[in-house]
C-alpha cells in the first residue's frame, strides 16, 4: 500500500521544506492533524485533511471521498476515543 495512489496526500515544498518538510518534522502532530497516514495504517481508511480543511477518505484510484459530518463527528482527532 506505501506507493499505491490511495497513499498519495499531495504537500507543498520538499522532504525538508513548505509542508512536506512540516509533517516530517512533526509527525505525531500531523497524524493527529490528518495531513499524513500514520505508517502501518490502511490510507484507504485513515482519513486526512486537504489545505482547506475538509476531511477525505482517499480512494485506490487516487482520487478521494469526502466524509460525512457524522463520520467527522466520530473522528478521534484529540486522542480521545469516541463513538
Known amino acids: 500500500m506505501r506507493h499505491s495512489p490511495a497513499n498519495i496526500v499531495e504537500l507543498c515544498g520538499s522532504g525538508t521544506t513548505g509542508c512536506h518538510g ?17 505508517f502501518g495504517r490502511d ?8 489545505w482547506q480543511g475538509i476531511w477525505l477518505r482517499l480512494n485506490q484510484d487516487g ?21
Open 22 to 38: 512540516w509533517v516530517h518534522q512533526h509527525v505525531k502532530e500531523a497524524e493527529r492533524l490528518g495531513l499524513i497516514v500514520p
Open 43 to 50: 490510507p484507504r481508511t485513515t482519513p486526512v485533511r486537504d
Open 63 to 83: 482520487t478521494a471521498t469526502r466524509l460525512t459530518a457524522m463520520e467527522v463527528a466520530t473522528l478521534d482527532i484529540d486522542g480521545r476515543e469516541t463513538e
